[in-house]
């Protein structure tokens, strides 16, 4: 108990020295940061390749914000573990190749709803669109919140460029040209995504909107690695 009270006392001094206790928590942070940032960058060279992943199109990438944007992360984690039950569930185990491109990752073990790392391809585009609007109409028994508003608000590309040359930076193999011409194929992508969807019974107006982006992303998540399987 007196070691307890010693302790304390000087913890209260070094307190009631403003510029000493600012000094100190300056220090702890940068070697705290240091020390977290290092092995990303030492060990960089050692994440396994995996030849089938390439960076996300222009629309899949805008898909992604959106996604980060709507807070779906925050129920929907995108790590399987390597445990039989999530491998029968889910399908095999990620791996950290499948992720050199995402900046933020979103990797974690939260969940609300179901993992959705390899959800891509299992349900037809339609389904994703449904089930944004209305996820009871796709999963009676889901908790999951609508989100309607995907469906009106106009999908935005001003920004595209400008992201990609800031990835671009940081390492993802896009070439200038496939900057420049990001809003184009963007909108060649939707297009092709919207014709599919009013094909298949949906609504005909959606290569406008955001939700056309949303559902690039999740059909997106996982093909890599099935690519690289067969």
């Excluded at 995108?78 to 491109?101: A, C, H, N, T, W």
């Excluded at 184009?184 to 056309?212: F, T, V, W, Y």
Aim: aromatic share 8%; net charge neutral; hydrophobic share 35%.
């Amino acid at each position: 108990m007196s070691k307890f009270i010693e302790t304390n006392g000087r913890h209260r001094t070094i307190e009631g020295w403003p510029l000493v206790f600012t000094i100190l928590t300056v220090l702890a942070v940068l070697v705290g940061g240091t020390v977290e940032f290092l092995p990303l960058v030492l060990m960089e060279g050692n994440i396994p390749v995996i030849s089938s992943v390439t960076p996300y199109t222009p629309l899949e990438l805008t898909g992604r914000d959106l996604y980060i944007r709507e807070g779906c992360v925050n129920c929907h984690s995108q790590m399987i573990r390597p445990f039989r039950d999530e491998l029968e569930r889910y399908g095999d185990y990620s791996k950290p190749g499948e992720s050199v491109y995402d900046r933020p990752f979103l990797w974690g073990s939260k969940r609300t709803g179901p993992d959705l790392a390899r959800v891509g391809g299992k349900y037809p585009d339609l389904w994703h669109v449904r089930h944004m609007e209305d996820p009871r109409s796709t999963s009676p028994n889901s908790i999951m919140p609508p989100y309607y508003w995907l469906l009106s608000r106009p999908l935005n590309l001003n920004s595209l460029e400008r992201k990609m040359k800031g990835l671009q930076r940081l390492g993802t193999p896009y070439t200038d040209e496939e900057i420049q011409g990001a809003a184009a194929d963007a909108e060649a992508q939707a297009q092709n995504l919207a014709r599919n969807i009013s094909a298949n019974g949906g609504p005909s107006d959606l290569a406008e909107k955001e939700i056309i982006a949303m559902v690039a992303y999740l059909q997106r998540l996982g093909t890599d690695l099935k690519k690289a399987t067969k």
